[in-house]
């Protein structure tokens, strides 16, 4: 058996001994420490609350007022069937009242205070559940599945934007708040002037354009269109085209006194054509 089973309780005692003599000491230091409270709440951090002109990536932080908001769905003509993306969706507000209306909506913004800030506005809207809010660039963010694109940024980020926008599905409708995309003109424009709205109270809409430059033939002769964004100019046979423009997919325009209202899916354009002979047009591209 080893010794240190027998010095054991000798080395018991002694700690006994040593415990019993330091007992008053440690009570008297712990004393203060047992009225304090057994549990501390731990600090919140405190609500965020955006500043308007405040920093941002690209952009300072304006809100949209609410009547543009709803003055911008409209213009859009935004249903249930629609997929709404708002770039740069600071509070939340265009894509929670797009949520109101049925609408599938996503919101990019950059700032992850504002995206925490938007999920409780959504919330406490009642469309929680309905919307999403993504912290992401707008120059990285796949915008193909949208059928409605809504956004209040510089008329730089706009360009900046606009070739990834003008290779969108034809049809796709584009809202601005106040700023433009500069020589490719918007095919709708309103400004509210009541509802109280003092500022930033300008629509602007853009409906993507189909891709119809080059030639094509008709029974008529040949379609010769030069597309400048939504309009267009050109000839039918030796015939030339005025009021010519493209909206998503319908293509109009006017030769001879006669006006083709067509529509465009991929190489082939279908329509009507009245005055004249007036009658049905199929056309396809060389």
Sequence with gaps: MSARYFVRPLVLLLALAVSAQSVPVFAQAAAPAAQKPQTQKATQKPTYEPQVGQEGKDVVWVPTPQALVDKMLDMAKVTPQDFLMDLGSGDGRTVIT?????????????????????????????????????????????????????????????????????????????????????????????????????????????????????????PQGDLKLTQQFQMLTGSLGSTPISEGKVRGREVTFTAGGVKYTGNVDGNTMTGSATGGNGSSWTATRK
């Design 98 to 218: 797009a949520a109101k209306r049925g609408v599938r909506a996503v919101g990019i913004e950059y700032n992850p205070d504002m995206v925490e800030l938007s999920n409780r506005n959504a919330a406490a809207a009642g469309v929680g559940d309905k919307v999403k809010f993504m912290k992401a660039d707008l120059f990285e963010t796949d915008l193909s599945q949208a059928t409605v694109i809504t956004m209040f940024l510089l008329p730089t980020i706009n360009m900046k934007l606009r070739p990834a926008i003008l290779n969108l599905k034809p049809g796709t409708r584009i809202v601005s708040n106040t700023f433009t995309m500069e020589d490719w003109q918007a095919d709708e424009t309103a400004t509210i002037t009541d509802s109280g709205c003092t500022s930033w109270c300008t629509s602007l809409l853009w409906i993507v354009p189909a891709k119809v430059e080059g030639s094509w033939h008709l």
